[in-house]
């Protein structure tokens, strides 16, 4: 633990960096070191922190892990340096007013371990005092005054030898030179230009990079897909990467070379070492610094582009796991396959398995009347409401099934959604699946997740490594670790918002709520099990292993309809129940005819039941809560229309206006479900008639949008379409562009939305209606591919 004033500095920088008070973020640091959860924080400690949201305290909770873990590193810096004997009291300041890794290791970066170097062979053999003496005496002969250093015992066998030992020592002094290096980092890093080019004979096997055979972009304001898209092919060994200094590279390489001889106090003034010096440092800036700088901006943009591409997933999941729920309704999985054939799965209303089946409505069987027999029996027989379909191959066929099934039944009740099967399969194979259905043959675990999932998306899919949901961006490219740990975070915060009924949840659903490890998740449905269902929130005290530590943590997020207790259905925190109890006296009413009456809730002020402990901010809060206890914050349910007879990439026109779902939002547009089997792709420019700065801002993971078709390229099946649905599609490309851009012709590019559909001058403004968006690069596709697997 840090002491208490290095703990007072990073509370400052932290709430700086958040837009807090020093003490917000001090009290939430110390919540968080005592164990309590981010959701708990944000919800119920409000007063405490002075009101920090959950977005402000995961921020603090990433800062305060590299703040500490850059603290931990800086002690151990001292201590090398200082065992060393070389830790001088201006290199201490310096060590302890570094605020980045990366300026702590550029100073620690002459002392560090290292094996044995040209130059600490040169200062065995006794060559420094050369480079010292021609370094502040530019007069001397280089030969002549190397010739007195000639020593072939200690491997220095002419002036020459002694010369290149010198220069030796001299690059790695200037290239470790911390001041120099932290100078020459951020004016590379604001100036550098990456340049990609293709590897000779890989134009064939890496063509879905082709429009970055040879590209170059501004290092600084590349986007982040387009950067990982870049590392990703350098990775296949598609393409070779370089950082030049700015757009005139050879003049960029003579500006950096002048820092370090001026950084070294060198200069032509035709003295005779002048030259030999300005060689050393044109070699010093060409073959060491360039090089380290290049690997140490890469992976910091590497680490920056991740970091987008982590948020984007993350927004995405939380999307998909907020989606609007079908509620308690029987519903139909339907898992679509050809040869194998459909797997189908009837859950009841509370999730119970109640009937399976195998169909083969498709080649090469092709018994279209039975299975159309068969799921209208089901259907009668069990009452269904919805039939769920998956979105993977023969999805669009087997809609057509159901359609049917619909019209067979005569039932105006009952709907056919198709439902994203991403994870479906994952889930089929998992531990938690075979525990959950131990005799039940894996393929048809995916139908049974396809009808679940429908009916509440969340407590579905926390049963799937969030990774496997398959929403992310270059998901397979990023730290996976880094990955884990942030998609983690937003199950826990969509979980903890919605609320759980711990009578009826899974162990998946328990785990992720605040305070509950998998273990006490476990105990708490085997004690359910065991003893029937829980009646107040406080018998969960009785659960082996939860303690009031984390009956704390988790209390105010578990539901309990039906209960003894009404407030324990609602979002009120037991600690609290005496505020409550504080207004219903007020009000002279049962609690029961309080709870729902909004408008006299809505006429009370929190002023007059607020007490020590519990503020203004939670009597607000608990108010809301009895207005509409037990709310859910997600959007109400409602399914989109996929167009009839368009059911393969083949079946779509230019100019056709279609109804379709946003499976998922990049940072250069979303890609969106039209019931094809292939994804199209609306890109930021043509998401609204107005600026579009972050597609989220205007559609999100689940959304129902009209399209219109743009662009159909079906060998590469890429799919362009506009939200504005007076765009004219993109004119036809004549033979000789078609073959041009089979070469690798890079298109028009800019640095702030994804290379496409913007007015020169790279604002990422909308191009005018008529001018319409063509299908997108090989990022697109890269991503396609990223999203299926």
């Given at each position: 633990?840090?002491d208490?004033k290095?703990?007072?500095?990073i509370?400052?920088?932290?709430?700086?960096?958040?837009?807090?008070?020093?003490a917000?973020?001090?009290a939430?640091?110390?919540?968080?070191?005592?164990?309590a959860?981010v959701?708990?924080?944000a919800r119920?400690?409000?007063e405490?922190?002075?009101g920090?949201?959950?977005?402000?305290?995961?921020n603090?909770?990433?800062r305060?892990?590299?703040?500490?873990?850059?603290?931990?590193?800086?002690?151990?810096?001292?201590?090398?340096i200082?065992?060393?004997?070389?830790?001088?009291?201006?290199?201490?300041?310096?060590?302890?007013?570094?605020?980045?890794?990366?300026?702590?290791?550029?100073?620690?970066?002459?002392y560090?371990?290292k094996r044995?170097?040209?130059?600490?062979?040169a200062?065995?053999a006794?060559?420094?005092?050369?480079a010292?003496?021609?370094?502040g005496d530019p007069?001397?002969?280089?030969?002549?005054?190397?010739?007195?250093f000639?020593?072939?015992?200690?491997?220095?066998?002419d002036?020459?030898?002694?010369?290149?030992?010198?220069?030796a020592?001299?690059?790695?002094?200037?290239?470790?030179?911390?001041?120099?290096?932290?100078e020459?980092r951020q004016?590379?890093g604001e100036?550098?230009?990456?340049?990609?080019?293709v590897a000779?004979?890989?134009?064939?096997?890496?063509?879905?990079?082709?429009?970055?055979?040879?590209?170059?972009?501004?290092?600084?304001?590349i986007?982040?897909?387009r950067?990982l898209a870049?590392?990703?092919?350098r990775?296949?060994e598609?393409?070779?990467?370089?950082l030049?200094?700015?757009?005139?590279a050879?003049?960029?390489h003579?500006?950096?070379?002048?820092?370090v001889a001026?950084?070294?106090?060198?200069?032509?003034k035709?003295r005779p070492?002048?030259?030999w010096?300005l060689?050393a440092?044109?070699?010093?800036?060409r073959a060491?610094?360039?090089?380290?700088?290049?690997?140490?901006?890469?992976?910091?943009?590497r680490?920056k582009?991740e970091?987008?591409?982590?948020?984007?997933?993350?927004?995405?999941?939380?999307?998909?796991?907020?989606?609007?729920?079908?509620?308690?309704?029987t519903v139909?999985?339907?898992?679509?396959?050809?040869?194998?054939g459909c797997?189908?799965?009837?859950?009841d209303a509370?999730?119970?398995?109640?009937?399976?089946?195998?169909?083969?409505p498709?080649?090469?069987?092709?018994?279209?009347?039975q299975?159309?027999?068969?799921?209208?029996?089901?259907?009668s027989?069990?009452n269904?409401?919805?039939?769920a379909?998956g979105?993977?191959?023969?999805?669009?066929?087997?809609?057509k099934?159901?359609?049917?099934?619909?019209?067979?039944c005569?039932?105006?009740k009952?709907?056919k959604?198709?439902?994203?099967?991403?994870?479906?399969?994952?889930?089929?194979a998992?531990e938690?699946?075979?525990?959950?259905?131990?005799n039940?043959?894996?393929?048809?675990?995916?139908?049974?997740?396809?009808?679940?999932?429908?009916?509440d998306?969340?407590?579905?899919l926390?049963?799937?490594?969030?990774?496997?949901?398959?929403v992310?961006?270059?998901q397979h490219?990023?730290?996976q670790?880094?990955?884990a740990?942030?998609?983690?975070?937003?199950?826990?915060d969509?979980v903890?918002?919605?609320?759980?009924?711990v009578?009826?949840?899974?162990?998946?659903?328990?785990?992720?709520?605040?305070g509950?490890?998998?273990?006490?998740?476990e105990?708490i449905?085997?004690?359910?099990?065991e003893?029937?269902?829980?009646?107040?929130?406080?018998?969960l005290?009785k659960?082996p292993?939860?303690g009031?530590?984390?009956?704390e943590?988790?209390a105010?997020?578990?539901?309990i309809?039906?209960g003894?207790?009404?407030?324990?259905?609602?979002?009120?925190?037991?600690?609290?129940?005496?505020?409550?109890?504080?207004?219903?006296?007020?009000?002279?009413?049962?609690i029961?005819?309080?709870?729902?009456?909004g408008?006299?809730?809505?006429?009370l002020?929190?002023?007059q039941?607020?007490d020590e402990k519990?503020?203004?901010p939670?009597?607000r809060?608990?108010?809301?809560?009895?207005?509409?206890p037990?709310?859910?914050?997600?959007?109400?349910f409602?399914?989109?229309?996929?167009a009839?007879g368009?059911?393969?990439?083949?079946?779509?026109?230019?100019?056709?206006?279609l109804?379709?779902?946003?499976s998922?939002?990049?940072?250069?547009g979303?890609?969106?479900?039209i019931g094809?089997?292939q994804?199209?792709l609306?890109h930021?420019?043509?998401?609204?008639?107005t600026?579009?700065?972050?597609?989220r801002?205007?559609v999100?993971?689940g959304?129902?949008?009209?399209?219109k078709?743009?662009?159909?390229?079906?060998?590469?099946?890429?799919?362009a379409l506009?939200?504005?649905l007076?765009?004219?599609p993109?004119?036809?490309k004549?033979?000789?562009?078609e073959?041009?851009?089979?070469?690798?012709?890079?298109?028009?590019?800019?640095?702030?939305n994804?290379?496409r559909?913007?007015r020169?001058?790279?604002?990422?403004n909308?191009?005018?209606?008529q001018?319409?968006?063509?299908?997108?690069?090989?990022?697109?596709e890269?991503?396609?591919?990223?999203?299926?697997?």
């Amino acid at each position: 633990m840090q002491d208490s004033k290095l703990a007072q500095q990073i509370a400052q920088t932290i709430a700086t960096e958040i837009g807090a008070q020093t003490a917000q973020a001090k009290a939430a640091i110390a919540l968080l070191d005592e164990g309590a959860s981010v959701p708990f924080i944000a919800r119920y400690r409000k007063e405490v922190t002075g009101g920090l949201d959950d977005t402000q305290l995961r921020n603090l909770e990433v800062r305060l892990t590299y703040l500490r873990e850059l603290e931990d590193r800086r002690a151990a810096v001292l201590a090398s340096i200082g065992e060393q004997g070389k830790l001088s009291e201006e290199l201490r300041n310096d060590i302890l007013a570094a605020d980045t890794k990366s300026r702590l290791e550029d100073l620690y970066l002459p002392y560090k371990p290292k094996r044995r170097t040209k130059a600490q062979i040169a200062r065995e053999a006794g060559l420094e005092p050369l480079a010292d003496g021609l370094l502040g005496d530019p007069s001397r002969d280089p030969q002549a005054f190397a010739a007195g250093f000639i020593d072939a015992d200690k491997g220095v066998a002419d002036a020459k030898a002694a010369l290149e030992g010198a220069r030796a020592i001299l690059m790695e002094r200037w290239g470790e030179d911390a001041a120099l290096v932290g100078e020459l980092r951020q004016w590379l890093g604001e100036n550098g230009v990456i340049r990609a080019r293709v590897a000779e004979g890989k134009e064939n096997e890496g063509a879905k990079y082709r429009d970055y055979f040879d590209h170059a972009e501004s290092l600084a304001k590349i986007p982040s897909h387009r950067l990982l898209a870049l590392f990703r092919a350098r990775r296949e060994e598609i393409l070779y990467l370089e950082l030049d200094p700015g757009s005139e590279a050879e003049a960029g390489h003579q500006y950096a070379e002048g820092r370090v001889a001026r950084k070294a106090g060198i200069a032509d003034k035709g003295r005779p070492a002048d030259r030999w010096l300005l060689d050393a440092c044109r070699l010093a800036w060409r073959a060491k610094l360039h090089m380290h700088l290049l690997l140490d901006l890469f992976n910091q943009a590497r680490e920056k582009a991740e970091a987008e591409a982590i948020a984007v997933f993350g927004d995405n999941l939380k999307d998909l796991l907020l989606a609007a729920p079908a509620g308690p309704k029987t519903v139909l999985g339907l898992d679509p396959g050809i040869r194998t054939g459909c797997k189908v799965a009837v859950v009841d209303a509370t999730g119970k398995l109640v009937a399976t089946d195998t169909i083969y409505p498709h080649e090469p069987r092709r018994q279209w009347e039975q299975s159309l027999q068969a799921l209208k029996q089901l259907c009668s027989k069990y009452n269904v409401e919805l039939i769920a379909i998956g979105n993977g191959t023969a999805s669009r066929e087997t809609d057509k099934l159901a359609g049917e099934v619909i019209k067979a039944c005569n039932n105006p009740k009952l709907q056919k959604v198709v439902v994203s099967e991403a994870g479906a399969s994952v889930y089929s194979a998992s531990e938690f699946a075979a525990r959950e259905f131990p005799n039940l043959d894996v393929s048809l675990r995916g139908a049974v997740s396809i009808a679940r999932r429908l009916q509440d998306p969340l407590a579905e899919l926390v049963k799937i490594e969030p990774k496997a949901i398959g929403v992310g961006q270059y998901q397979h490219d990023v730290d996976q670790f880094r990955l884990a740990k942030a998609l983690d975070a937003r199950v826990e915060d969509c979980v903890n918002a919605v609320g759980v009924f711990v009578n009826t949840a899974s162990a998946a659903l328990l785990s992720r709520v605040s305070g509950l490890s998998t273990t006490v998740a476990e105990n708490i449905v085997r004690h359910r099990d065991e003893n029937g269902p829980f009646k107040r929130r406080k018998e969960l005290l009785k659960v082996p292993r939860l303690g009031d530590k984390t009956f704390e943590q988790c209390a105010g997020f578990l539901r309990i309809a039906d209960g003894d207790e009404p407030l324990d259905a609602s979002a009120v925190h037991p600690e609290a129940y005496p505020v409550v109890e504080r207004i219903v006296a007020a009000a002279d009413r049962p609690i029961k005819a309080l709870l729902g009456d909004g408008s006299y809730l809505r006429g009370l002020k929190a002023e007059q039941f607020t007490d020590e402990k519990f503020g203004v901010p939670t009597v607000r809060d608990i108010l809301k809560e009895m207005e509409k206890p037990g709310r859910d914050p997600r959007p109400e349910f409602k399914a989109a229309r996929f167009a009839e007879g368009v059911e393969d990439i083949k079946d779509l026109r230019e100019g056709m206006v279609l109804e379709g779902v946003v499976s998922n939002v990049a940072a250069f547009g979303a890609f969106v479900d039209i019931g094809v089997h292939q994804d199209g792709l609306i890109h930021i420019s043509a998401l609204s008639d107005t600026f579009v700065k972050d597609p989220r801002d205007v559609v999100k993971a689940g959304d129902i949008v009209k399209v219109k078709v743009l662009e159909v390229d079906v060998p590469r099946k890429r799919i362009a379409l506009t939200r504005r649905l007076d765009d004219a599609p993109a004119p036809k490309k004549s033979e000789s562009e078609e073959r041009g851009a089979g070469q690798g012709m890079a298109p028009r590019r800019d640095s702030g939305n994804g290379g496409r559909g913007a007015r020169p001058g790279g604002n990422g403004n909308p191009r005018p209606a008529q001018s319409a968006p063509p299908i997108n690069n090989a990022l697109a596709e890269a991503f396609a591919k990223a999203r299926k697997g």
